[in-house]
């Protein structure tokens, strides 16, 4: 059956513009109102997701042509169609950049691009840019326009006079008589408004006390602009019809064992869709943390997934119960699967990007050292017995170890990096973040012991 609901995919003309924002203040304006918000997010990232899960009740799913298939990616927005009165999906980086873009998405799925673009030192220029995106790629469907960081009314009225009429879609938008649908309102500069950043990207959400405060005052301001005074109906002009998929069938291959997820403020790079292939697969899920020293939950796998064990190292050294549980299990020969953050403190040693030494688990010969510019970047491939396993890398630290690799995955790209797969007796360890929904039958093996 087919469903419809409205849909917007949020873009820019570049990173830094502000999508983020206005993604997770319009989920949680309509939230507020007692609507059911899905957002999803395109590329592989874990930090936006926990803003918008925060601001809109609901888990948030990665989207990204490549990374899930387009079956795949299909399937979760026909469910969220299915269950939801408005679908939000925020872009990555520029609407044009990466193979595949936002923008490849927007066409072929036909959902409609609402840019934002920060105009806080452009005037009439700003039209110019609505141009380019909205006709730049033709067939691309277009909402509107969002300026971001505007100044005063008085800029904010230059900015609207520079987006011509005659590019500005098919009239009125409902129920706002006299309102261009290409200018869709303008956001003040405003430093509460910014959500703030580290390295990776955007803080945590769960790790900032007034993060709901923050996105209550976004969703004030954003209430009072053409685009926040739409009511259901005046959504309805961005309805998108989504049809279904047939069903992938996945074997159970993991019925019965129990995996243990690592999940705090140091491990916090999971995406809500490996743990439902877990699920898929039969196995039970059960979470510790690191960080509280937990020792680890009776179990026959641990998965450590990504996270910042770089700004917890000290209190992960300190930790005795869960490093000792972590050396038993491996001893009994029980599989380990760490990616990126969380191989980094199986190592010997963590130097941090001050230059200080902290000694680590030691469960892997080798030292890690954080770099002060990013070290890699990129979808990759691994190639397993079981077929492609698909995912991406994405990390400040680089590794030494004697260690000789199992096997090295593929960029996808041609500047990327190949990424090594340590492993060490029932561990496996590497820079490479896996979407298990890639590979199920690949995903199980990560989990169950090799056969004698």
């Known amino acids: 059956m087919i469903h419809h609901a409205p849909a917007l995919l949020i873009a820019a003309p570049a990173s830094g513009q502000g999508k983020t924002t206005v993604t997770a203040a319009l989920a949680r304006l309509h939230a ?21 899960t925060l601001a809109s009740g609901h888990p948030v799913h990665n989207l990204d042509l490549w990374l899930n298939g387009e079956d795949d990616l299909r399937a979760r927005l026909h469910e969220a169609a299915a269950h939801s009165d408005l679908i939000l999906i925020e872009g990555v ?13 927007a066409v072929k799925l036909g959902i409609p691009v609402l840019a934002v673009i920060d105009a806080g030192s452009m005037a009439g220029t700003f039209g110019a840019l609505v141009h380019g995106l909205r006709h730049y790629r033709p067939g691309l469907p277009w909402a509107g326009v969002l300026a971001n960081r505007v100044a005063s009314d008085g800029h904010e009225s230059m900015l609207r006079a ?14 706002l008589a006299g309102v261009d649908t290409g200018w869709l309102g303008a956001l003040r500069r405003d430093a509460g408004f910014a959500l703030p950043e580290r390295h990776l990207g955007l803080t945590v959400a769960s790790e900032l006390p007034d993060a709901l405060e923050r996105l209550d005052a976004l969703a004030d301001a954003l209430a009072d602009t053409p ?12 309805a998108v019809p989504f049809a279904p998929v047939p069903p992938r069938p996945v074997a159970p291959l993991l019925r019965g064992r129990t995996v243990a997820v690592a999940r705090d403020a140091a491990y916090c790079f999971t995406y809500p869709a ?12 059960a979470f510790f943390s690191p960080l509280a020293d937990d020792p680890l939950p009776p179990c026959d796998a641990v998965w450590l997934p990504g996270g910042y064990p770089e700004l917890h190292a000290p209190a992960l050294a300190a930790g005795t119960r869960c490093r000792a549980a972590l050396a038993a299990h491996v001893a009994a020969g029980r599989p380990v699967w760490a990616e990126c ?3 980094m403190p199986l190592f010997d040693g963590l130097t941090l990007a001050d230059g200080a030494r902290v000694p680590m688990w030691g469960l892997l010969p080798g030292e890690v050292a954080m770099q002060k510019r990013l070290a890699a970047l990129g979808p990759q491939r691994w ?4 077929g492609e396993l698909r995912g991406h890398t994405f990390h400040y630290s680089l590794t030494a170890s004697p260690l000789a690799p199992l096997a090295h995955t593929e960029p996808a790209r041609a500047h990327g990096k190949a990424e090594a ?13 896996a979407w298990f929904p890639s590979n199920p039958e690949a995903t199980a093996q990560l989990f169950l012991p090799e056969a004698p």
Do not use: I
Not at 162 to 175: F, K
Not at 227 to 234: F, I, S
Not at 422 to 433: E, N
């Open 274 to 285: 490996n743990l439902d292939t877990l699920r898929e697969l039969g196995a039970e899920l």
């Open 421 to 433: 797969v340590y492993g060490q007796g029932s561990v496996r360890a590497s820079y490479f973040h």
């Open 93 to 105: 980086m520029g609407l044009f950049d990466g193979d595949p873009s936002a923008a490849d998405l």
């Open 227 to 238: 685009l926040g005074r739409l009511d259901a109906a005046g959504w309805q002009r961005w």
């Open 32 to 52: 507020r109102q007692g609507r059911r918000v899905r957002v999803f997010k395109c590329g592989p990232d874990f930090l936006d997701p926990h803003w918008h």
């Open 383 to 386: 190639c397993t017995p079981q």
């Open 341 to 343: 953050g969380g191989m």
């Open 162 to 175: 520079s987006v011509r009429a005659d590019y500005l879609g098919p009239g009125p938008v409902d129920g």
